[in-house]
């Protein structure tokens, strides 16, 4: 068993970003939007990830939505003492933030912190869809993973390029042949990492909450790589993998029960039956984070291309 280690790469991906930083916005202001609308325990501490992170790159983070303004001095970013203050409990409001925030200049990215809140879940689509497309790093929306599988732009929201990238660190890329399954669905992970996937050759197969966990054994038993975000606690376990050393696992699961970290593979159960295998707590955030802020950099690149999406 070998270790997937997201800590080297991190720290050198750091390194790069603050070289983009300097490049590409020198002196400017600038600064990504979160919009937090409550309190979930995990999203709080992936939020504050990405401030801890950020700030090394000499970017702001401003959290909309939370009330932790007190030191801060808003002097060089106009207008936003309009927002900061707001209690937002409409949905309304946020889409008021959120166009401001479209226009802003200083502004380079917005995102809406998921889950949303129940009384926001109805008009989550309305909330996403507002968004620019040049500043949707997070790429929640169609438009930017849209043009991207169509090869106009080179774009892949944080969490799959994060994944991509350790792979290529570790000379894991060559995807040629190889079966890939990938637990569950969605629209902002799995299924932009299963076309990249199917466009470096893979065969891929990819699973949602309703699939046969039967078939589903079958399949990752044949898999070369398993690629698990099903938030299901320790669901991976022995019965998914063939114990002959010969697989990868990636987790990207991350939940906490009793303030620890856990992930979707029980790793103590497997870690000696695999080649490859991620770690809980581990890579995952870290390097998402890194993989978020380069989106900033890969949005500015092609923000000729996103003019013609501005809303």
């Known amino acids: 068993m070998q270790l997937l280690s997201w800590k080297d790469l991190s720290i050198n991906l750091q390194s790069n970003l603050q070289s983009q930083y300097q490049k590409v916005f020198a002196d400017k202001p600038v600064y990504v939007a979160i919009i937090f609308l409550w309190d979930d325990y995990s999203s709080t501490v992936y939020v504050n990830h990405k401030k801890k992170y950020w700030e090394k790159i000499w970017i702001s983070t401003i959290v909309f939505g939370q009330s932790d303004f007190d030191n801060w001095d808003f002097s060089k970013f106009r207008n936003l003492d309009l927002f900061i203050n707001q209690e937002y409990t409409e949905v309304h409001q946020v889409i008021e933030l959120i166009q401001y925030l479209n226009y802003d200049p200083n502004c380079v990215g917005i995102i809406v912190q998921l889950p949303l809140p129940a009384n926001f879940q109805s008009s989550k689509a309305l909330l996403l869809s507002t968004i620019s497309p040049a500043k949707d790093i997070d790429g929640i929306w169609w438009i930017n993973v849209g043009l991207s599988s169509i090869d106009l732009i080179d774009f892949l929201p944080a969490t799959p390029k994060a994944v991509l990238y350790l792979l290529d660190q570790y000379k894991l890329w060559d995807l040629n042949w190889k079966v890939i399954s990938i637990l569950w ?71 906490h029960i009793d303030g620890k970290p856990v992930g979707d593979v029980n790793f103590d159960n497997i870690k000696d039956k695999v080649w490859y295998i991620t770690p809980v707590p581990g890579w995952v955030w870290p390097l998402t984070v890194a993989c978020l802020f380069d989106n900033i950099f890969t949005l500015q690149e092609h923000k000729e291309i996103l003019k013609k999406y501005k809303l």
């Open 185 to 255: 669905q969605s629209n902002l992970i799995w299924k932009p990492l299963a076309l990249e996937c199917i466009k470096r050759w893979a065969t891929v197969f990819s699973f949602n909450e309703n699939s046969d966990i039967s078939h589903i054994k079958e399949i990752t038993l044949k898999s070369d790589y398993i690629i698990s975000c099903t938030w299901k606690v320790h669901l991976i376990d022995l019965s998914f993998i063939r114990e002959d050393n010969s697989q990868v696992i990636v987790d990207v699961g991350y939940w």
